[in-house]
Each structure stands twice: as C-alpha cells, then as structure tokens.
C-alpha cells in the first residue's frame, strides 16, 4: 500500500514521514549517509579515487599533460576539473553535450578549488614560459542519488592526494625534455575543502545530505565548503527563503562534519601509500 | 534615465519601457554596472519543458562580447531559481516565463546588479510575485575590513566576496554567493551589511514603481 501512496502523493508521501521527525530512507533529519572512500582505483591515471555519499557513486581520475603556460601566466599550469552526467547516472539525463546541471556543477568545483587556494598552480610550472603540466581532473557520476557536490569534492581531493608526477628535465635551448617515470614527487595540496548540502523543505524544514529523491521534491539547496576551520563557499542558489539563524545552523553542523570527511579522506589516502611502500 | 540631483551616486539608476517587444523590461545601473533585462511572459513553452502544474522560468544571461560560457550558466541558474522563488508560477501552468539579460557595463557586483534589473523588469511586466528580491554586494579586503557596493579592482583584490539577495517580506536570505575564504562572523557581518544594503535597494524600487505610475 505504501508503494502505491508513494506514487500517486509523493508529496504527502514525503510530508507524513517529516511530521515525525524521519526521513523516507530512515534517517533523521541531521543524520548524513555513510561515506565511503577508495583511492588509486584507476592504475592508468596519475591520481584517482571512488567516493560513495550514501548510494551516490563519484569516480575521479586525473590524467597529466605536458603544455605550454599560458602568456597571461607564464609561471603557472593548469587544474581543469570536468564532471559528467552520463545517463547512466540517472533519468534527468540524456546523452549530448553536457547538461546545464554538469556545467553549473563544474563551474562550482573549479570555483571551490581556486577559492580555497589547495593547489599554487606554480607547483606545476616546469620552466618558465616554456613548459608545464596540465591536470585534467575528469570527474564521473555513476549513481546520481543526491549531494552530487560532495561526492565530487571528497573524490577529487583524494585523487588529488594520490597524484605524484614524474621528474621532467627539460633543456630550454634545446627544447628537449626528458620524463624521467621512476622519479615520481607527489604533489603538493595545501588543504582539504570538504561541502556538505542541505535540501530545505517549506523554508523551515532542514536535511542534510539530501538524497535524490528529497533534492527533486524539495523547494532548495544550499551547500557549504569548509576548509580546515575557514569557510570557503556558502552556495545557495536561489529557492525557498530562509533565515539567518538557520543559514548559520547549517553552516555549524556542516563544521562538524567537515572535521570527520576530513579524516576520512587521510586514512584512505594513507592506506594506499602504505600499500605502494610495501 | 531619472536621476534627483541629490542622489549620492552609489544610488542605483534605471529607466523602464526603452524595448518595446518585451512585456518588461528596463535599463539598470548600479556603481558601475549596467545591465539591460526584458522579461517575456506567459508565453508558449516548450514541451519538453512544460510543466502542468506550474509555469516554467527560463533565464539568459548575455555577455558584453563573445558567447555565454561555463560561468554565465552559473549565473543564468542562480538568478533563474531566485526569479522561481519570487514569481507566484501556480498561476501559469503550462506557459513559460522568459527573463533575458545583457549585460551592457561590467564594473564589480555584477550578480547583484543583474538580479536587481531582473525583479525591476518582473514588476514592469505585471506577473504576480510573492515578494521582491534584492541582492547586495559586499567584499572582504586583505586586512579585514568590509566594503560595501565594491568596485570591480576592490573586487579583484579582495580576500572574499559575498553576494545576497534577500526577500521583502520578511527579509530572509534567498541566495548566497560567495567567493574566497572567510571566517564564519566575518560572514555574518557580511550578511547584516548586505541586508542594509538589500533595504536601501527596497527603498528604491518603492521610489522607481512610485515615479512610473503617477506621471501618467
């Protein structure tokens, strides 16, 4: 009975399980979904990783290039994150060119990661003006169920954790360069941003780490990015009003959260450098 | 474009009416932004993109030169859900709501000025709100204080910026944009800045909805 009610009112559906306090999948209302973290799961990429959020599936790879810097910046690489939205994913999508909801997405990502300043791009200059390297962070969804920002975030800075590059030498006169694959230097992040979303229902009701299904019935988002003890994005892109003093509750319980993604994101990037050292 | 000689000039300037075939539509400035914002609607939508329950909003965010990009979607989304958020679209089921805006001037707080000229315009066009939205821009500078209405260099220089757009009726947040770090008070300063902000906005559009309407 219950399954046809779902379908006909999912609304009230939905609105019966709030009255007390729950959540359709169980949780309660300030209860986040298990997070599960896998790096260096692509051995033909630089640095990888899987982050699961709940049944949100994420997986990132990060492939290096050799290329020039641009003449604006000749001292600095590059750091191109790219989500895609396949329709694997989920029914909202359909194969073609990126959707809206992967370039706003991409856009949110590669503004996070030049906000929190957790990469100098100098790290990837080689030589000046001549030669640097090129990080292309494909990101890919493969279960879109909601908090598809922090399922991102907590992939990408785990491949980005994992990246070493190899030693270029590189003789300018010449314009000879030499990789040198053995040699690897991990690279350099200066910090961890770690988002966490809320769905907001009837501009009263808050939920963290929404899943799929309360992201479409609710009437707005707003996601937050903490970095170490800083806040780095407060991103609320329009939908229901509400106030002050639950915009600052979201971005507390957010801080409390941040700390345990955080050290989640350590232990699976340590696990794995103790592999390769054995 | 009316402008009282006693106006400081960080008060926004705009003029309604100047496009013809929109049913809303004005020319806003605010510092030293100007953008020009046309709202269509009801009009036929698409229907894929129809929804039976509701009216659906489209929004097009037009550069000064060369094609919209990454980040003018990002925009174009967010001003679209606030303009969602504001319009009573029950009333339009099956119909479509078009706000266009092209920005002519670019000079810091950009957001702010073309979420502004978008509610300007939906007032112009007479489709029912629920309440008027107002966006605010304030910056972070390298030692820590807050600027208020920042040009586009104290923008770039700043350690963070911050954009709000409030509602009316109970002045509640409805959008928040930032960009850069910050601590958590210095957001919440920002936040009551910009709400004094958003009130002076208010104000304005009282002022400008006021002038329209008794001249004729």
């Known amino acids: 009975m219950a399954k046809q009610y779902k379908s006909l009112h999912p609304i009230k559906y939905f609105r019966d399980y709030l009255a007390h306090d729950i959540r359709p999948d169980g949780r309660e209302l300030t209860k986040y979904r298990p997070v599960i973290i896998n790096a260096n799961s692509v051995s033909t990429a630089e640095g990888s990783a899987i982050a699961k959020v709940g049944k949100t599936t994420v997986i990132c790879g990060i492939k290096a290039e050799l290329c020039q810097p641009k003449t604006e910046t000749p001292t600095q690489g590059f750091l191109i994150p790219n989500l895609e939205l396949p329709p694997l994913c989920s029914s909202k999508f359909k194969p073609g060119p990126p959707s809206d909801q992967a370039q706003v997405a991409t856009k949110v990502i590669a503004d996070i990661i030049e906000n929190s300043g957790c990469i100098n791009l100098q790290d990837l200059c080689i030589s000046t003006e001549k030669l640097a390297w090129c990080l292309y962070a494909d990101l890919v969804c493969l279960d879109h169920d909601g908090s598809i920002i922090d399922a991102c975030l907590l992939a990408l800075f785990t491949a980005l954790k994992t990246v070493s590059l190899p030693k270029v030498e590189y003789n300018a006169e010449l314009d000879s360069k030499n990789l040198q694959m053995d040699e690897r230097t991990p690279f350099k992040l200066y910090n961890v941003p770690v988002s966490t979303t809320f769905a907001i229902l009837d501009e009263t009701v808050l939920m963290i780490d929404p899943t799929a299904e309360e992201e479409n019935l609710c009437t707005g988002v707003v996601t937050i990015v903490i970095k170490d003890d800083e806040l780095c994005s407060v991103l609320k892109p329009g939908g229901s009003p509400i106030t002050e003093e639950k915009l600052v509750d979201c971005i507390k319980q957010s801080m409390e959260r941040a700390k345990l993604l955080g050290k989640l994101i350590d232990t699976a990037t340590q696990e794995t450098n103790d592999e390769i050292d054995k | ?216």
């Open chain 2, 1 to 216: 474009m009316e402008m009282d000689s006693n106006t400081d000039c960080s008060m926004p300037i705009s003029n309604f009416g100047n496009l013809t075939r929109p049913d809303g539509s004005t020319i806003y400035s605010q510092g030293k932004s100007t953008v020009i914002a046309g709202v269509y609607g009801p009009i036929d939508v698409k229907p894929q993109k129809m929804l039976i329950d509701r009216g659906s909003v489209e929004t097009f965010f037009r550069p000064k030169s060369g094609l919209p990009g990454v980040g003018d979607r990002l925009y174009e989304t967010i001003i679209r859900n606030i303009c969602e958020t504001a319009l009573v679209s029950t009333l339009y089921p099956r119909s479509g709501i078009q706000v266009v805006i092209q920005e002519m001037q670019s000079g810091g707080e950009l957001i702010s000025c073309s979420v502004n000229a978008a509610c300007l315009a939906l007032l112009d066009s007479g489709i029912d709100m629920k309440f008027l939205i107002a966006a605010a821009t304030c910056c972070l500078d390298q030692e820590g204080y807050l600027i208020v209405d920042p040009t586009e260099l104290q923008q770039e220089k700043a350690k963070a910026t911050f954009v709000f757009v409030f509602e009316s009726s109970e002045g509640r947040i409805v959008a928040s944009h930032t960009t850069g770090t910050f601590k958590l008070e210095q957001y919440e300063q920002a936040l009551d800045l910009c709400k004094k902000g958003s009130a002076k906005i208010f104000e304005y559009y009282r002022k400008v909805i006021n002038g329209k309407y008794n001249k004729k």
